[in-house]
């Protein structure tokens, strides 16, 4: 079992920075999966970032064309710990924020992630 705890979310003017944390614990290996997706009201919930290790000191990673040049996403294994940088946000950005773990390979879907948490709120006014 994964256990998933988000922090860092809170209300910022639009432009300004947060810094999401998922801190994981349980049985997280190295080579999962690390994600972080949102949800806004009324909509489904959408892939944001996604980190993996790749071997050595390579990551790789990915982030959403919506995120993209704004958000960045890091982890640092020693910590089990998951972190999404967010800079220049948008009203557009308000949203749940959920860190996900997959067991496997890189992937951009809900479905395809097993373990999730709670969600942290980030709120952008403008």
């Known amino acids: 079992q994964v256990q998933l705890v988000e922090s860092g979310g809170g209300l910022v003017q639009a432009g300004g920075s947060l810094r999401l944390s998922c801190a994981a614990s349980?049985?997280?290996?190295?080579?999962?999966?690390m994600g972080w997706f949102r949800q806004a009201p009324g909509k489904e919930r959408e892939f944001v970032a996604t980190t993996r290790w790749s071997g050595g000191s390579v990551y790789y990673t990915d982030v959403a064309d919506s995120v993209k040049g704004r958000f960045t996403i890091s982890r640092d294994d020693a910590k089990n710990t998951v972190y999404l940088q967010m800079n220049k946000l948008k009203p557009e950005d308000t949203a749940v924020y959920y860190c996900?773990?997959?067991?496997?390979?890189?992937?951009?879907?809900?479905?395809?992630?097993?373990?999730w948490g709670q969600g942290t709120q980030v709120t952008v006014s403008s």
């Open positions: 996900a773990v997959r067991r496997s390979d890189y992937a951009s879907g809900v479905g395809d992630y097993e373990y």
């Open positions: 349980g049985r997280i290996f190295r080579g999962y999966t």
